[in-house]
């Protein structure tokens, strides 16, 4: 789950502190519901009826997500498939297109990706990266309330905004 964690933290971390968050996890997006219900039927009609109830789930979703959604529905993974009722299965299906998740606040500053917060752009000198409320003061990367999509857009934006600040702090020392 990492980088949609990474993306939606952001503002889980903001509006977790007003309100009560559910995130609905769809393990396959591609698949309309009716599909993995299908798709679970047939793996059940064509299979052992000894075989395992996680083995239904085998092509779609990692074993271990697989045993997690099981347990939650109060299934053992290793019950054999004929144990299963037509409620069983549907709630099966439904939990893989729409698993909800409390979504509680994120963790500390110390395990951070990436913040939020810091000087807005409105506090800047137009074009520029220096300080509108204190003259020869420059900001730079996460000093700066900004923050892009995961891919390294972060990292090139400090970078890049620390170049800038650093060529417009020499071209004042040059003017001097």
Request: aromatic fraction near 6%; glycine fraction near 10%; charged fraction near 20%.
């Amino acid at each position: 789950m990492g980088i949609p964690a990474f993306q939606l933290s952001g503002d889980a971390a903001v509006l977790t502190k007003t309100q009560r968050l559910t995130a609905l996890l769809d393990f396959c997006p591609n698949l309309p519901d009716l599909a993995v219900l299908d798709y679970l039927q047939d793996r059940m009609m064509h299979g052992s009826p000894d075989e395992p109830v996680l083995h239904l789930l085998t092509g779609i979703l990692q074993e271990k997500l697989a045993r997690f959604l099981q347990n939650e529905l109060g299934m053992d993974a290793d019950t054999p498939v004929h144990r299963l009722s037509t409620q069983d299965l549907a709630s099966l299906a439904e939990t893989v297109k729409g698993y909800r998740l409390t979504v509680t606040g994120t963790k500390s500053f110390k395990d951070a990706q990436v913040t939020r917060g810091g000087v807005p752009a409105d506090e800047l000198v137009e074009g520029t990266l220096e300080s509108s409320k204190v003259p020869n003061l420059w900001f730079a990367g996460e000093l700066l309330n900004v923050d892009g999509a995961c891919g390294g857009y972060n990292l090139h934006f400090a970078w890049g905004s620390g170049i800038l600040a650093a060529k417009e702090i020499a071209q004042r020392a040059e003017n001097i």
